[in-house]
T-cell receptor, first 110, second 114 residues
């Protein structure tokens, strides 16, 4: 079992839909990142969370430390949101190691 | 754009060869991490350098080695290339010591081993 699990693995939505991507982890963490990766490979950091909730534009990220779970929400989805969304946790073990989920491939249809 | 650059963007090598990938960190960042991302997979942590010393390593064999220079640019070296080394190699820089340390990723180097 992976230390960081994401669901769903693939998601197709219609433009305008509300989207939720989930991330569960089994290790102690000091922070959790949500990343966006477009075809071609470049990764953009969307959020870094250690508690609570953050919002940026149409994106909202939440984390529940007790339940070891985080969600990324996209409101009013748009075809340009199509990308792979990756959850990555920073281990609290002191080695500054990051553990990545396998990603959720999102396709938003016009 | 993150300010982190990597070179080359693409590279083709043959099995047994050696390769050096380069990363230029965002200005002021003192930490660089390297990741390997196989097709369809999430990135895997290779190692991290902080102030020119290795500071954490993932499950990669010794033929994966690195360097960080005084200007905080970095190299990833892979010896005796194997077919399974074909992947996207990402570097990410950050500033150690900040409470909210954020990693900034480069665009990656796509390596193909034939």
């Amino acid at each position: 079992k992976n230390e960081v699990e994401q669901s769903p693995q693939n998601l197709t939505a219609q433009e305008g839909e509300f989207i939720t991507i989930n991330c569960s982890y089994s290790v102690g963490i000091s922070a959790l990142h949500w990343l966006q990766q477009h075809p071609g490979g470049g990764i953009v950091s969307l959020f870094m969370l250690s508690s609570g909730k953050k919002k940026h534009g149409r994106l909202i990220a939440t984390i529940n430390i007790q339940e070891k779970h985080s969600s990324l929400h996209i409101t009013a989805s748009h075809p340009r949101d199509s990308a792979v969304y990756i959850c990555a946790v920073r281990s609290s073990s002191g080695t500054y190691k990051y553990i990545f989920g396998t990603g959720t491939r999102l396709k938003v249809l016009a | 754009e993150t300010g982190v650059t990597q070179s080359p963007t693409h590279l083709i090598k043959t099995r047994g060869q050696q390769v050096t990938l380069r990363c230029s960190s965002q200005s002021g960042h003192n930490t660089v991490s390297w990741y390997q991302q196989a097709l369809g997979q999430g990135p895997q942590f290779i190692f991290q350098y902080y102030r020119e010393e290795e500071n954490g390593r993932g499950n990669f064999p010794p033929r994966f080695s690195g360097l960080q220079f005084p200007n905080y640019s970095s190299e990833l070296n892979v010896n005796a290339l194997e077919l399974d080394d074909s992947a996207l190699y990402l570097c990410a820089s950050s500033l150690r010591g900040r409470r909210q340390e954020t990693q900034y990723f480069g665009p990656g180097t796509r390596l193909l081993v034939l």
